[in-house]
Every structure is written in C-alpha cells, then in structure tokens.
C-alpha cells in the first residue's frame, strides 16, 4: 500500500513537543501546577504523558518512513545504517544537552567524569534503534512476541531477582531491580537530583522500548488496513480503551510508575496515546478538520530542532546572571530567566500563574523561530 504523510501524526508530535518545552521551562520550579511536573512516585499527571507519547510516536513514524524508503529501492541493510546514524546523532545531541555549556560560560561547573549519560533523547535513540531492528527483521508477530518478551523479562526481575540489602519484588524509589542495575553500570553518570538512580535509566529502557513497538504496531494499521479512516479512529480508540483498562488493572499487582516505566505505565500510556491521537485522526485525517492544528503541525516539522534550541536555550538563561540589588540594598546574582519573570509577570500575577506565564511565552518564542523555518522550508532531519 503506498505511504501518505499523516498530518495529524505531526500536529501530535508537535504537541506533544509543545507540552515539552512547556514542562520543561516553569518561571521557577517552586511554584509550579501539580500537573505539570511529574508524579512524585506513583500515578501519573499532564507531565507523565509526554515521554511515553513521543517513544509511541516514534514507532509509528518509523513505519510511513521505512515504507517510503523501501518503495524507493532501498533494502533493510541500507535502511539500518540510516536507523544506527540517526540514533548516534540523537545519542550525542541528548549528550550535548547534558554538558552544555561544557564548563566554558557563566561560571558552569562541568567534568567528563561525572557527565550524566542517560537522557529523554538517549532514551529517544535507544528505542527507535532496537526497535527498527526488531520491526525490520520480524512479522508482526515477531513484533508482538518482542513486546511480550521485554514485558515478562522487565515483570519477572523487578518480582522476583533479590536486590542485595533489599530484597525482591520492591519499587521504592532506589530500592529496587533497576536502581540496582544503574548503580552496577551508571555510577557517577546518572541524574543529579538522585546520583543512585536514573528515571531514564538502563533496565527500565525495556518496556520503554516497547512503547515504541506499540507505536509501529499502530503505525503498520493505519498503512495496511483496509477500514476507512473513521472506521480506524473508532478501532484506535476502543484498542486504547481496553490498554487503558489493562494498565488501570496491572496497577494492583505493579503501580503505574514513570520514573520505572513499569509496564502498566507503559500499556496505561499507549491507550492514552491512542485514544488521542485517534481524536486527531478523526478529525484531521478522516474529517478534514486541519486549521486548528496547523500550529501543532509547524512545531512538529522541526520537532528535534526546536528541543535541542530551547534546552540550550533555557539552560542559557538559567546559568547566565547579573549582580542586581535587592530590596534590602544587598546584592547577589539573579540569573535572566528569574529577573524576566520577577519584572514581566510576578508583578501581575501570582507565583503559580508567574511561572506559568514564562512557560507559555517561553513556548510562543520557539513557535516564532519553527514558524519562520516552516514559511521558508527548512526542516532539520537527522
């Protein structure tokens, strides 16, 4: 069947994209709405929906992609070196973020010793790589078995390997399979705000890998299926229902947790993904209904780019400061983006709203600079 661009795949990636840039960039995170920022430990908020979407859109882009490539002449050999270098590029962008600004401006602190080494976008490369390999070398039932296989290997070591002083069957935070195994392989590279454990560490990669497989799974449907395109957002919403019910239930036995992409965190996720990504089908795709989404549709064209640019960016304004006075006739150093949201919103609004205000212009800004690139057709790819 011949590939088509999906328009409403990239108004999702581009929200989905948005509602990154909008977690990740608060005026201050002290005051920041519970649902945007993570779950504490347990359960899931707005912000929890974000990584998983992105892993899940990836294994559907991926099959339109290897479908055009194929049509053109090329063979799976050719198509995973393509795979390996663009999962080598993200690898080391998601580094670069990590480092940046490597210790050179505004008094940065950086050692290659202690560099974290997991990432969203290591993670991003990781899974599209294994997963390509799957899809490119199995059946659809290969791909299914794949999933079972990460999901019973993840479920049967988190239950059941004792974890020296712990024990087994444990998903406390550092007390657990996973934190275990990033303390084996990741000591002294892992996040900041923990240094024992990584939320995108080693082991709980697998079942993120499997969201991507989810995702070309939805991908290989939408290509192949002979149903029109209402029949397949009905099919996509009631197979993300019963994923839904199916994550909702595996929460008794193993809690919907993010930080270890337990795999009901990953099946709950996918039933989102495909519920609302079905209300964009539906209404872009199989209805015609475009307009409202053409903002999505420009951020999600330059998808990567606009990432990478606002984590430099934000990091940049985070780092860089000035010797101001405060109002006590001391002074000390205030970096930009907090002097920007003292001065452009606090006097205006409250702390939570404050903060909020910086997110939403912080992601206007960035829509300015994609819009420009969308109008004169430039799109990065890696």
């Known amino acids: 069947m011949k590939s088509e661009r999906l328009v409403s795949l990239d108004a999702f990636r581009g929200f989905t994209i948005a509602g990154m840039i909008l977690v990740n960039n608060p005026g201050s995170w002290s005051n920041i709405y519970p649902q945007l920022e993570h779950a504490s430990w347990n359960g899931w908020t707005f912000t929890d929906f974000i990584f998983p979407f992105f892993l899940w859109i990836v294994g ?56 974290r080494i997991p990432g969203v976008l290591q993670r991003i490369a990781v899974c599209y790589l294994i997963s390509s390999v799957i899809y490119l070398n199995t059946s659809m039932r290969g791909v299914i078995a794949a999933i079972g296989v990460l999901f019973v290997t993840y479920w049967l070591f988190m239950f059941y390997y004792p974890v020296p002083e712990f024990g087994a069957g444990l998903f406390e935070k550092g007390r657990n399979f996973a934190a275990y195994i990033d303390s084996i392989f990741l000591t002294g590279h892992m996040w900041g705000a923990t240094k024992t454990w990584d939320p995108e560490g080693l082991f709980s990669t697998l079942p993120a890998i499997a969201s991507s497989l989810i995702g070309a799974i ?39 947790n ?3 992409w337990t795999v009901s965190y990953t099946i709950f996720m996918a039933g989102w993904a495909l519920c609302i990504f079905g209300i964009f089908y539906f209404l872009i795709d199989a209805k015609g209904i475009k307009k409202w989404a053409h903002p999505f549709v420009v951020y999600g064209m330059n998808a990567i780019f606009v990432f990478v640019l606002s984590g430099v960016a934000g990091r940049a304004m985070g780092l860089w400061k000035f010797n101001v006075m405060l109002s006590d006739g001391t002074f000390k150093d205030v970096a930009i983006k907090t002097i920007l949201t003292q001065n452009l919103f606090e006097p205006f609004f409250s702390p939570l709203n404050a903060s909020l205000m910086h997110a939403i212009v912080w992601i206007s800004v960035m829509y300015l600079v994609v819009w420009v690139m969308y109008t004169r057709k430039w799109f990065v790819k890696i």
Do not use: C
Not at 69 to 76: E, F, I, V, W
Not at 227 to 248: I, Q, Y
């Open 60 to 115: 559907v882009s991926m099959t339109f992609s290897f479908a055009v490539r194929k049509s053109k002449g090329d063979n799976n050999t050719k198509l995973l070196l393509g795979v390996l270098r663009r999962s080598a590029i993200m690898f080391g962008l998601g580094l670069f973020l990590a480092g940046f600004p490597f210790g050179l401006l505004w008094g940065h602190h950086f050692e290659w010793g202690t560099i």
């Open 258 to 260: 993010k930080s270890l």
């Open 218 to 256: 939805t991908g290989d449907y939408l290509r192949q299926s002979p149903h029109d395109k209402t029949e397949k957002s009905v099919w996509m919403f009631v197979f993300g229902s019963g994923l839904l019910l199916l994550g909702a239930i595996l929460d008794m036995w193993m809690p919907i």
